[in-house]
């Protein structure tokens, strides 16, 4: 199975995809859509078509994308929103579930602790995923995402062969 992460962003939205085989991960690729200067519109119109390429190219089969949290720029936050609303919608459109995850879920799913840093997000995904080549911050914290989705779904698909066993 192939998850692709993503970290919204109005200026720079990061992508990572990861491969999932039982237990074992594996970094398929990773890195950042820029919607460079211009009017909000045009903007918004290119981190669509750049992330409908990634989406292209490497076709995943799930997708999870982190939560908004609200900051004291309304402003910011609304324009951030809108972000992540592309950020939803490409990989909806291509036909793909579109999990959310809490910034504080990832961090203590990936890392261990709800209020990790960059640095140490980073750390630990170079730790999951060996040899991967990131692209910065944002492509890093994408391939969070993307292993906290993955620890999602090995945990409920062994509750769920749990329950079976327990019905049988």
């Given at each position: 199975?192939?998850?692709?992460?993503?970290?919204?962003?109005?200026?720079?939205?990061?992508?990572?995809v990861i491969g999932m085989q039982g237990n074992r991960l594996s970094h398929i690729a990773n890195?950042?859509?820029?919607?460079?200067?211009?009017?909000?519109?045009?903007?918004?119109?290119?981190?669509?078509?750049?992330?409908?390429?990634?989406?292209?190219?490497?076709?995943?089969?799930?997708?999870?994308?982190?939560?908004?949290?609200?900051?004291?720029?309304?402003?910011?936050?609304?324009?951030?929103?809108?972000?992540?609303?592309?950020?939803?919608?490409?990989?909806?459109?291509?036909?793909?579930?579109?999990?959310?995850?809490?910034?504080?879920?990832?961090?203590?799913?990936?890392?261990?602790?709800?209020?990790?840093?960059?640095?140490?997000?980073?750390?630990?995904?170079?730790?999951?995923?060996?040899?991967?080549?990131?692209?910065?911050?944002?492509?890093?914290?994408?391939?969070?995402?993307?292993?906290?989705?993955?620890?999602?779904?090995?945990?409920?698909?062994?509750?769920?062969?749990?329950?079976?066993?327990?019905?049988?």
């Amino acid at each position: 199975m192939r998850i692709l992460g993503i970290d919204p962003g109005l200026r720079s939205l990061g992508w990572g995809v990861i491969g999932m085989q039982g237990n074992r991960l594996s970094h398929i690729a990773n890195g950042h859509c820029c919607s460079g200067e211009g009017d909000l519109s045009d903007r918004l119109l290119s981190l669509y078509r750049q992330l409908n390429a990634v989406i292209a190219r490497l076709s995943p089969d799930t997708a999870a994308v982190e939560k908004t949290f609200v900051n004291k720029d309304g402003a910011a936050t609304l324009k951030l929103g809108q972000a992540r609303g592309i950020a939803m919608l490409a990989p909806a459109r291509a036909g793909l579930a579109v999990s959310e995850y809490a910034p504080n879920a990832v961090k203590k799913t990936v890392v261990g602790v709800g209020h990790a840093d960059k640095r140490q997000v980073d750390h630990m995904v170079r730790l999951h995923l060996p040899g991967a080549d990131i692209a910065g911050a944002d492509a890093a914290d994408a391939l969070a995402i993307a292993i906290c989705h993955a620890v999602h779904l090995q945990t409920s698909g062994r509750l769920a062969g749990a329950q079976a066993r327990a019905r049988a």
